[in-house]
Every structure is written in structure tokens, then in C-alpha cells.
């Protein structure tokens, strides 16, 4: 296993037009994502849809990894989530949430930490979203494969599924709380 980037290394830009030159050259071996990012994230953000941000390698400038993320609900219903709410009066069939639309990482940039920054990305956003809005889920639609990553930091199954993308979700209530103890004590 390569040795971990340092966050540092790293710069994030939310793509814009000027990005439109450089995003053939993200490599990856996941066809769908790459035509994704070169085909459709530009418009989706432009019809606020969604929006992406890319991350480069500073020393090289190299695009090497990029997120999307955007507003939606989770589906709660007949769930263990559903129940826990409902057991507090809440009977919801769904909850706001921050979803993370597509995550991609530059193939030869695997498995160096770059996933987990990412991740953390979409928690602070998430976190600036709530001060606003209720929200307090990050949700993803992840795809087998991606399991264990999700579940190291520390997602849950909404709803386990035969086929297709498995449900996830990151229940944010911890952190907003210390958010909000810390903007008390800062009065």
C-alpha cells in the first residue's frame, strides 16, 4: 500500500468553466464516473442540480479525485431508522439529507487517504448546511464494493438490497451538537 497524502497536498476547487479543459485528463478506470464528471457535472451544476468539486495533487497540479454532492432525503420508512424516529413521535417517511452523488479517486491515487478526506469534505459542508437548514444525514447510494469503506467511517445500512447500490447513511447528531456547544460557549 502507497503512504498517505497529506491533506495539505491537496487543493479544492468547485468546478467551474475553467475546469472544462482538464477534466479527459482524470484517470480512472470506472467508465461511468469519468463520463459523468466529463459530460454531466458541469451542467447538473449549472442547472443546480448538484454540485462537484475536484482535488488536485498541488505538487503536480494533477486532477485526482472529485465529489458531488447534493440535497435530498432519505427514505426512512419500514427501516430501523424509520423506527427509531417514530419511537420518538416522529412519523416521517423521510428525513433531509446531504447526499454524496458520485465520489471518484484517480486510479493511481488509490487507497491514500484521499476517499476519507472527501468524506470529511461533505461532513463540514454538511455541518455549514445545518447551521442554516435542518439537516443532519449524509447519505450515499454505494455501490457493493465500496461497503467496507463507508462503514470504516462509520455509515450504516439504511436497507439492505438483492441487487443494485446498497442505501448508506451518516447520522451527523454528534457533531452538530458539539457545533452548537461550541457557538453557545462562544456567546
Aim: neutral net charge.
Amino acid at each position: 500500500m502507497e503512504e498517505k497524502i497529506p491533506q495539505d497536498n491537496l487543493k479544492v476547487e468547485k468546478l467551474s468553466e475553467k475546469h472544462k479543459n482538464i477534466l479527459e485528463t482524470f484517470k480512472t478506470e470506472n467508465v461511468e464516473l469519468k463520463k459523468f464528471l466529463v459530460e454531466d457535472a458541469l451542467r447538473n451544476q449549472e442547472l443546480v442540480i448538484s454540485n462537484t468539486y475536484l482535488w488536485f495533487y498541488k505538487p503536480n497540479n494533477e486532477l485526482v479525485a472529485y465529489i458531488t454532492i447534493l440535497t435530498d432525503a432519505i427514505g426512512i420508512h419500514g427501516t430501523g431508522l424509520g423506527e427509531y424516529f417514530q419511537d420518538k413521535g416522529i412519523l416521517y417517511k423521510t428525513l433531509p439529507a446531504l447526499k454524496i452523488g458520485r465520489i471518484c479517486v484517480g486510479t493511481e491515487y488509490l487507497d491514500r487517504g484521499i476517499g476519507t478526506y472527501m468524506i470529511k469534505f461533505a461532513m463540514i459542508k454538511l455541518l455549514i448546511i445545518e447551521h442554516e437548514a435542518g439537516c443532519r444525514f449524509i447519505f450515499a447510494d454505494v455501490k457493493r464494493e465500496a461497503v467496507h469503506f463507508y462503514k470504516k467511517l462509520d455509515f450504516v445500512i439504511l436497507k439492505l438490497r438483492e441487487k443494485g447500490t446498497i442505501p448508506m447513511y451518516l447520522d451527523m447528531i454528534k457533531q452538530i451538537e458539539t457545533q452548537r456547544d461550541e457557538i453557545r460557549n462562544q456567546a
